[in-house]
């Protein structure tokens, strides 16, 4: 189906993106998603392809009929966490983001303040050695920076308190201010979250499954389709501190390692849901694109100049030109598809975050 365009602005971006790259794409806040659909599966599905040098505009609900027989679905089965906690820190009201739990038992934390409307602002970082008052009488301490370069991320040890156990408690999903109002932390789970067994799980939702229902995983497997695990316990967002992705948890099991190469060696096509998919597969790839068994942390930023050895296409959101994502899409589709399909986004008026609508790269 075509797009019908009716926002004047949104040409004029899509125009911009057209002569200058994605450098040139600024978000028109109409086109923010504010709120889930009423329907998971209730968004628009955008689909680039380098073979065709072609972008089309779809329902989500045609996915099974845009893959093949002998594809492999790659999704993070990582669960969202409650991770905003309300606490005191020197007097004043502020709130916690639990991002990643580390292995000496310290957290990665963000400590924001609230912004009166149920979301949150940045605030200065730390101070080193402060201690922010959690529910329950426990302490959170705030023992050095994540990186020595910047103060937004803590590394925080916590006292009296066992972090899983109060996000169950007192925690809410972490809510930026784009968003209309609260959602209960369901509308932040996808049909593919798996509890894990120490309580950990991701501080932010592996966005680009939520559309999928279990009419839909039914759908694709009977069509001939393979679904295929990884965990990668993703942190808090980085797009405002123009951040690249710091270490995080992750697993490949042996059974997605081997249907990755047996797709790959039969000629199937291997498509990651999330750049967190990417992320995990392409840590536990060689070389060769090989995928191996592998669990631990993962620094590995994705860029045109690496490319991606493991990877043959990628579901995903609409990402925001400074979001460091960008360069795994890049890597992906290529500049020349990747600004065909944002220029067609802005002039379709698709909606942009973790609530909009997704954009399949294929090969």
Do not use: K
Request: with cysteine.
């Amino acid at each position: 189906m075509s797009a019908v365009v009716t926002c004047p602005t949104c040409d004029d971006e899509a125009a911009r993106v057209g002569s200058a790259g994605l450098g040139g794409l600024r978000l028109p806040p109409e086109l923010v998603a504010a709120a889930p659909a009423p329907r998971r599966d209730a968004v628009r599905l955008l689909v680039g392809r380098q073979a065709a040098d072609e972008v089309t505009h779809h329902a989500f609900t045609e996915l099974p009929r845009l893959l093949r027989a002998g594809d492999v679905l790659v999704v993070n089965t990582s669960r969202t966490l409650p991770a905003a906690v309300d606490g005191r820190l020197a007097g004043e009201d502020v709130v916690v983001h639990f991002s990643t739990r580390r292995d000496d038992g310290r957290w990665v934390v963000e400590v924001r303040r609230p912004d009166g409307h149920g979301s949150t602002v940045r605030r200065p970082g730390g101070p080193q050695g402060g201690a922010v008052a959690t529910p329950e009488g426990g302490r959170l301490v705030l023992e050095e920076p994540l990186d020595p370069r910047g103060d937004r991320l803590w590394i925080a040890r916590p006292y009296g308190i066992d972090p899983p156990a109060l996000m169950a408690r007192h925690g809410r999903p972490i809510r930026y201010s784009y968003t209309e109002r609260d959602q209960p932390l369901a509308a932040y789970q996808t049909v593919f979250a798996t509890a894990s067994p120490d309580g950990t799980g991701s501080a932010e939702m592996p966005s680009a499954a939520r559309p999928f229902t279990a009419a839909m995983v039914t759908e694709l497997v009977s069509r001939g389709v393979q679904i295929a695990p990884i965990v990668l316990h993703t942190g808090v967002a980085s797009a405002e501190a123009h951040e690249p992705p710091y270490a995080e948890p992750y697993e490949v099991p042996a059974a997605t390692a081997w249907q990755v190469n047996a797709a790959r060696a039969a000629g199937g096509r291997v498509v990651a849901v999330g750049t967190t998919a990417v992320r995990a597969l392409e840590s536990a790839a060689d070389r060769h694109g090989r995928v191996r068994p592998a669990r631990g942390w993962t620094e590995l930023v994705v860029t045109p100049g690496r490319g991606v050895r493991a990877v043959d296409g990628l579901l995903t959101g609409l990402h925001e030109p400074e979001a460091s994502h960008l360069l795994m899409l890049r890597a992906v589709s290529g500049d020349r598809l990747l600004e065909a399909v944002y220029a067609e986004a802005l002039r379709g008026r698709y909606l942009w975050h973790e609530f909009g609508d997704v954009n399949l790269l294929l090969p």
